[in-house]
């Protein structure tokens, strides 16, 4: 019991960190913090994807019913269902993309790079992967939507919010941090996931993984998965190169990639 409490603070911790649901009062003085939770609330990123991604799959569901049918109207319910979940997590993994963007799209050094990743204002690159991913969400649930139906849009919604967030601990796990160790708020997060972490977010992430498969069958899972998985070395050979580890900004960078890749993978068909 006190076990399962324990996981419950940690829980709770991430999505304070991850959400704008309000954890404060004495939930908070119940909840606590300290470095060494905040990283033991690692594992749980899967599980505050379980809430979101809830959230958006029943925006998407709500929506698609209420509408006209058609391809503008399920670019509607895309629209509205990706406003929802940017709003619940205060946009802090497209800002982390935009940011990654900025600092990895010009030949500059490493050093530069990390300074321009820490620097508030977007730039070109930022602004141009910002819109392109959007895009290419909104389009690719929209298109999922209308070739398979609501349900299992919203399905494979929510499970991409789950197994994208799982992406970036493997990546953790992976690279050494790199970003600035004062004045970053994910330093501790990000200073020493433990094993066990990598563990609960397998366990919150499993469910996903048969959610997928029940809703867009093998080929399609397969084709998810190899998406996602590509995705994830993409980024984690990219970080390598460039920044010899990674940083907070190429976490939500990497959640992003991995959850347009799901979504591609969801929507390819089998060649003639």
Excluded at 53 to 74: D, E
Excluded at 98 to 115: I, K, P, Q
Excluded at 131 to 136: D, H, N
Aim: hydrophobic fraction near 60%; glycine fraction near 12%.
């Amino acid at each position: 019991c006190a076990v399962d409490m324990q996981a419950l603070r940690h829980f709770l911790l991430a999505l304070q960190f991850f959400t704008r649901i309000p954890v404060t009062g004495r939930l908070a003085q119940w909840v606590g913090y300290s470095p060494a939770m905040l990283r033991a609330s690692a594992g749980h990123f899967p599980g505050v994807g379980w809430l979101v991604g809830a959230v958006g799959a029943l925006v998407l569901w709500g929506a698609l019913r209420v509408l006209p049918g058609g391809a503008l109207g399920a670019l509607v319910a895309a629209a509205f269902s990706t406003l929802a979940t940017v709003w619940l997590t205060g946009a802090f993994h497209e800002d982390g993309m935009a940011d990654t963007a900025d600092g990895l799209g010009g030949a500059v050094t490493r050093e530069r790079a990390l300074a321009i990743m820490k620097d508030s204002r977007i730039g070109t690159y930022g602004a141009a992967a910002l819109v392109l991913v959007l895009a290419l969400k909104l389009a690719l649930l929209a298109l999922l939507a209308q070739e398979r139906g609501a349900a299992v849009a919203a399905a494979v919604l929510l499970a991409g919010h789950v197994l994208s967030r799982f992406a970036p601990l493997l990546l953790m796990r992976a690279l050494p941090y790199v970003g600035d160790a004062d004045g970053s708020k994910s330093k501790p997060l990000a200073d020493a996931v433990p094993r066990g972490g990598v563990l609960v977010g397998i366990l919150w992430s499993i469910p996903a993984l048969a959610l997928i498969v029940l809703a867009l069958g093998a080929f399609n899972t397969v084709a998810a998965a190899l998406l996602w998985a590509l995705a994830l070395l993409g980024m984690k050979r990219l970080l390598a190169r460039r920044l010899q580890g990674f940083t907070g900004d190429t976490l939500g960078a990497t959640q992003q990639a991995c959850e347009v890749a799901m979504l591609l993978g969801a929507v390819v068909v089998w060649p003639a």
